[in-house]
C-alpha cells in the first residue's frame, strides 16, 4: 500500500498532467492510487471525469459502475441511485443500469419510479424482439403491481409468442377477473375470448365465464357449464363455491349444504364455505351447529385484532328469532376484552332475561354482579342480586347494599317467594330488549363514528395549519435569500468583468507556450487539487499532535466534500486522540509545519488580491451544489410537487435533512405520491435519529398501503426495525408475526420473531 507520502506525490504528478492536457497519463496516474479502501470512490469519480474528456464514455460508465456497486454493497442507496442515474443519462441504451436503477427505486419504496424505468427496458427489449429478457421484466413488474392490466396482457402476448400457452391463459384470467370487478363485463368477455382460443377447456376459464354469465343476467348458461365442469373436476373448489351460491340464492338449502360440505371436506380453513354453511344452519334454526362453525373464525379474527368482523358474524347468529346464549356470553366477552362498557351492559341485560327465562340462578348473579360493577349507581340491581342470595360484594366491586332482615329471612325461608321475584325481575319481553340492544348499538355506532370523524378533521386542520405555517416561513426565507442572492450576484458580475479584463491583458503580453501553461485549469481539477493539499495540510498537523488545527481543516472540509471517505476516516481517528501539549510546544511545532508546508507545496504567500481573484474564480463542488439547489427553490411553483420531491433528493444527498423533511412534506399534498414521501420523511428522521418520528410517519405511510402488497410488508418490516430500535420490543414482536401470517417466507421475520421472543422471556 502507497505511503501518504506518496499518494499526494502521485496525486500531484496527476494534477501536473490533468493541468497539461495529457489526461490518459493522468488516469494512469491516479490508478495507481487505487486500492481497495474507501478513498477509491472521489478517485474513480476522478479517474471517470477524466475518460469522459477523453470521449471514452464506455470506460467512464465502467468506473461509475463501480462506484455504484460500492455504495450498494453499503447501503448507500440514496448515492447509488444517484450514480445510476448518472450512469442513465450518459447512455440512456445500458439497459443494465435501468434494471439496477429500478431494483434500487422499489427497494427504497419507490414503486412509481421502479415501474417506470421496468416499463422503458422491458419495451426496449421488445422492440429488440429479445422476448426471454422483455418476459422477465414484465414479470418484475407485475410484482410492483398486480393491477397493471395493460402490462399483463402485454406479458400474455409475450408468453403466447413464446409458446407458453397455459402462461398467457393465467395472465388473460388475471385481466378478466380485474375487469369483472370493475363491471367492465363486456372487455372482459373479449379478454375471455382470447384465452379460450388458446385453451378450449382451461378450468379457470370457464369458472371465470361462469361469474361472468351470472353479471349479465343468464344464470341457466351458467348453471349448464357449472354443471359440465363439474362432470369433468367433480373436485374443482372455485366450480363447486359456484354450484353450491347458485342453491343458496335459490334458497335450496338442502342442495347447498352439500356442496359446502364436501367444500369443507376437500378445504377444512376454506371461509366462504363455513360462512355459507352457518348462514344454513341459522335459517334452519341450527343455532348451535353455526356457532360451531364459526368460533373457530371469531377466534382467529380477534387474535388478527378483527374485532368488527367477529361481531359481526355472531350477529349473523344473532340475527335469528331465537336467542342464543353462547352467542351472547361471546358478544359479551369480546366487549369486556375490549373494554366496550356500554354494548356490554347492554349484552348483559339481554343475557340477564335469557338466565331469569332458563332459570339459571347462578348464570344470573354472575351476570348481575358484572351489571353492578358497570353500573354502580342502578339500585335495582342492587335490590336483585340480594334477593338471589348473592354474596356481599368487596368495596372495590361495588356498594355493599344491606338487606333488611325480614328480607334475608324471606329469602332464605320461602322458596316460593324467590321464584315469584325472579319471575317478576324477568317479565321485560324479550323482543323489547333485543330492540333495546340494537337501538343502543347503533346510537353507539353513530356516536362513535361522529368522534372518529370530529377527530379526523381536527387532525387533518392541524396538519393542513402546520404545513401553511411551515410554507409561510419557507417563503420568507426564499424571499430574504433571494435579495440576498440578487446584492451578490450583481458584486460578482461586476468583479468577473473586472477580472476577465485583467486576464484578457495577461494573455496577449505572454508568449504562446506560456498561455498554454498558465492556462486556468477547469474548476474541477482545481477543487481536487485543494482538497488534496488541505488533506495533506492536516496530516501534517496530525503528525505533529496539532489535533485542533487538524480537526478544523477537516470540519471545513467536509461541508465541501461530504461524501470523501477520507475526511470521515481521519475526524474519527482525531476524535480517539488525546494529546497535552504546552503552550510554547504548540509554536514550536506550529513553525515546524510551517517549514514543511512550504516544502511540499512550494507555497508563497499570496497577495490580497490574488486571494481575492480566487474567492471569486474558485469553487467546490459542494457550493455549486448549493447555487444549483438555491436556484431551483427560487424557480419551483408551490404545487409542482415533482419538483418539490426531486428538490427533496437533492437536500438529502446535501445533507440538509431538515430542508429535505420540508420539501417532502409539500411534495405529500399529491395524493398519488404522499406514500412515498411519508416514507421518506422517515428516512430522514432516521438520518437524524429521531425514530419515533420515523415511526409515525412509517405509520402514516402503511395507511395509503394495501393490506398484503409487497409495498405494505416492506412497511411493516420497516416498522418493527425502528420499534427494535427504540426497545420497544413488544410492539416490533407484533409486527413481526403480522408479516408472518401475511407471508411466512418474508426475508428474516421467523429469525426476528425467535430472537426477541427469547429475549422477552429473559
Not at 374485532?307 to 369486556?336: D, F, M, N, Q, R
Not at 450583481?490 to 468577473?496: I, P, R, S, V
Not at 492556462?519 to 488533506?535: F, G, Q, R
Not at 466534500?561 to 475526511?567: E, G, M, S
Request: include cysteine.
Amino acid at each position: 500500500m502507497s505511503t501518504e507520502k506518496n499518494r499526494v506525490k502521485i496525486t500531484e504528478l496527476a494534477e501536473k498532467y490533468t493541468k497539461r492536457g495529457k489526461l490518459q497519463d493522468a488516469i494512469s496516474e491516479y490508478q495507481k492510487l487505487l486500492t481497495g479502501d474507501p478513498q477509491d470512490v472521489s478517485v474513480r469519480n476522478i479517474i471517470s471525469d477524466l475518460f469522459l474528456k477523453l470521449n471514452e464514455k464506455d470506460k467512464a460508465i465502467e468506473e461509475l459502475h463501480k462506484i455504484a456497486g460500492y455504495y450498494e454493497e453499503r447501503g448507500l442507496y440514496s448515492q447509488s441511485i444517484a450514480i445510476y442515474k448518472k450512469i442513465h443519462k450518459l447512455n440512456p441504451e445500458n439497459l443494465q443500469s435501468a434494471i439496477k436503477l429500478a431494483g434500487l427505486y422499489y427497494n427504497q419504496g419507490f414503486l412509481s419510479e421502479a415501474k417506470a424505468e421496468y416499463l422503458k427496458v422491458a419495451e426496449s427489449y421488445k422492440k429488440d424482439n429479445l422476448l426471454k429478457e422483455s418476459i422477465s421484466v414484465y414479470e418484475k413488474l407485475l410484482k410492483l403491481d398486480r393491477k397493471d392490466i395493460k402490462s399483463t396482457l402485454s406479458l400474455a402476448g409475450l408468453y403466447t409468442k413464446e409458446g407458453l400457452v397455459d402462461q398467457a391463459v393465467e395472465r388473460y384470467n388475471d385481466v378478466v377477473e380485474l375487469m369483472i370487478r370493475s363491471n367492465a363485463l363486456k372487455e372482459a368477455g373479449e379478454i375471455l375470448n382470447k384465452a379460450k382460443e388458446l385453451k378450449k377447456d382451461h378450468l379457470r376459464t370457464l369458472t371465470n365465464l361462469i361469474v361472468l354469465l351470472k353479471r349479465e343476467n343468464k344464470k341457466k348458461e351458467a348453471f349448464n357449464l357449472i354443471t359440465d365442469i363439474l362432470k369433468k373436476e367433480k373436485d374443482n373448489v372455485r366450480s363447486l363455491t359456484l354450484m353450491g351460491n347458485f342453491h343458496f340464492d335459490d334458497k335450496d338449502f338442502k342442495n347447498a349444504e352439500e356442496v359446502f360440505s364436501k367444500i369443507m371436506s376437500l378445504r377444512p380453513k376454506d371461509v366462504e364455505a363455513r360462512v355459507k354453511l352457518g348462514r344454513i344452519n341459522i335459517y334452519q334454526d341450527n343455532l348451535d351447529k353455526a356457532f360451531e362453525l364459526y368460533e373457530p373464525l371469531v377466534d382467529t379474527l380477534i387474535k388478527k385484532n378483527k374485532v368488527e368482523k367477529a361481531i359481526g358474524l355472531l350477529g349473523l347468529i344473532l340475527s335469528s328469532k331465537k336467542v342464543h346464549l353462547p352467542t351472547l356470553e361471546g358478544l359479551a366477552s369480546i366487549y369486556k376484552s375490549n373494554n366496550k362498557k356500554k354494548n356490554l351492559e347492554i349484552v348483559y341485560r339481554v343475557l340477564l332475561e335469557e338466565y331469569y327465562k332458563e332459570n339459571l340462578p347462578k348464570e344470573s348473579l354472575s351476570v348481575l354482579k358484572e351489571l353492578i360493577k358497570i353500573c354502580p349507581e342502578d339500585k335495582e340491581l342492587k335490590k336483585e342480586y340480594d334477593l338471589l342470595g348473592g354474596e356481599p360484594m368487596l368495596p372495590e366491586e361495588a356498594e355493599e347494599v344491606k338487606v333488611p332482615p325480614e328480607k334475608e329471612k324471606e329469602a332464605e325461608i320461602a322458596p316460593e317467594e324467590k321464584r315469584k321475584a325472579e319471575e317478576e325481575a324477568a317479565k321485560k319481553p324479550e323482543e323489547e330488549a333485543k330492540l333495546k340492544a340494537e337501538e343502543e348499538a347503533r346510537k353507539k355506532a353513530e356516536e362513535e363514528e361522529r368522534i372518529k370523524a370530529e377527530a379526523e378533521a381536527k387532525k387533518r386542520a392541524e396538519q393542513e395549519a402546520e404545513l401553511k405555517a411551515e410554507e409561510e416561513a419557507r417563503r420568507k426565507t426564499e424571499e430574504e435569500a433571494k435579495l440576498k442572492a440578487e446584492e451578490e450576484a450583481k458584486l460578482k458580475a461586476e468583479e468577473e468583468a473586472k477580472h476577465q479584463a485583467e486576464e484578457e491583458k495577461k494573455v496577449e503580453k505572454a508568449p504562446e507556450e506560456e498561455k498554454e501553461v498558465k492556462k486556468p485549469a477547469a474548476p474541477s481539477e482545481e477543487v481536487h487539487e485543494m482538497l488534496e493539499k488541505n488533506l495533506s495540510q492536516a496530516n501534517l498537523y496530525i503528525e505533529q499532535g496539532l489535533i485542533r488545527n487538524a480537526r478544523r481543516i477537516l470540519e471545513n472540509l467536509r461541508i465541501s466534500f461530504p461524501h470523501d471517505l477520507r475526511i470521515e476516516e481521519r475526524i474519527e481517528a482525531i476524535s480517539k486522540t488525546t494529546t497535552q501539549v504546552g503552550e510554547d510546544e504548540i509554536l514550536k511545532r506550529l513553525d515546524q509545519v510551517s517549514e514543511k508546508e512550504s516544502e511540499l507545496f512550494k507555497k508563497e504567500s499570496p497577495s490580497p488580491e490574488k486571494e481575492k481573484e480566487k474567492d471569486i474564480k474558485d469553487k467546490t463542488p459542494a457550493e455549486s451544489v448549493q447555487e444549483s439547489i438555491k436556484g431551483m427553490e427560487e424557480n419551483i411553483d408551490e404545487e409542482d410537487y415533482e419538483s418539490h420531491f426531486n428538490l427533496g433528493f437533492s437536500f438529502l444527498e446535501e445533507g440538509s435533512i431538515d430542508k429535505a423533511i420540508d420539501e417532502f412534506k409539500l411534495a405529500s399534498k399529491d395524493k398519488n405520491r404522499s406514500l412515498e414521501c411519508y416514507n421518506m420523511i422517515s428516512k430522514c428522521y432516521q438520518q437524524k435519529e429521531d425514530f419515533k418520528e420515523a415511526a409515525n410517519w412509517v405509520e402514516k405511510a402503511l395507511k395509503l398501503s394495501e393490506e398484503g402488497t409487497d409495498k405494505f410488508l416492506a412497511l411493516t418490516y420497516e416498522l418493527a426495525l425502528l420499534y427494535e430500535k427504540l426497545e420497544e420490543v413488544e410492539k416490533a414482536l407484533t409486527f413481526y408475526e403480522d408479516i408472518k401470517e401475511w407471508n411466512s417466507g418474508y426475508r428474516d421475520v421467523k429469525k426476528k420473531i425467535k430472537i426477541l421472543k427469547k429475549s422477552l422471556r429473559k
